[in-house]
């Protein structure tokens, strides 16, 4: 059984930076695609950043995009999101996610294609 665990939610202020990480445990961390989500209440879920298996390829969702930075440590079964200029409107859970390898991009932004995901950690970030 797949099981993904978040780490690093908190209260920051605006402007300021935190460090998510997504530790994965009772799979092959290498092979999967991982994901970052967020749900802010009354919002649908948002796409917000997503890392190939190999590593080499990222993706953004447009609000995230030049302020946060995706990456993993295959050696390790974790996934980072460094989040950095955090605006009051990245308040959410963020909930890492896994997903069997995809081979086309369109594919990463797509909620439905992971097929385990974390229980979520809460940031907020006051103005």
């Known amino acids: 059984q797949v099981h993904l665990v978040e780490f690093g939610g908190g209260l920051v202020q605006a402007g300021g930076s935190l460090k998510l990480s997504c530790t994965v445990s009772g799979g092959t961390f290498s092979s999967y695609v991982m994901g970052w989500f967020r749900q802010a209440p009354v919002k649908e879920r948002e796409f917000v950043a997503a890392i190939r298996w190999t590593g080499d390829r990222t993706y953004y969702g447009d609000s995230v995009k030049d302020r946060f930075t995706i990456s993993r440590d295959n050696a390790e079964n974790t996934v980072y999101l460094q989040m950095d200029s955090l605006k009051p409107e990245d308040t959410a859970v963020y909930s890492c996610?896994?997903?069997?390898?995809?081979?086309?991009?369109?594919?990463?932004?797509?909620?439905?294609?992971?097929?385990?995901w974390g229980q979520g950690t809460q940031v907020t970030v006051s103005s």
């Open positions: 996610a896994a997903a069997k390898p995809l081979y086309s991009r369109d594919l990463y932004y797509r909620f439905q294609e992971y097929d385990y």
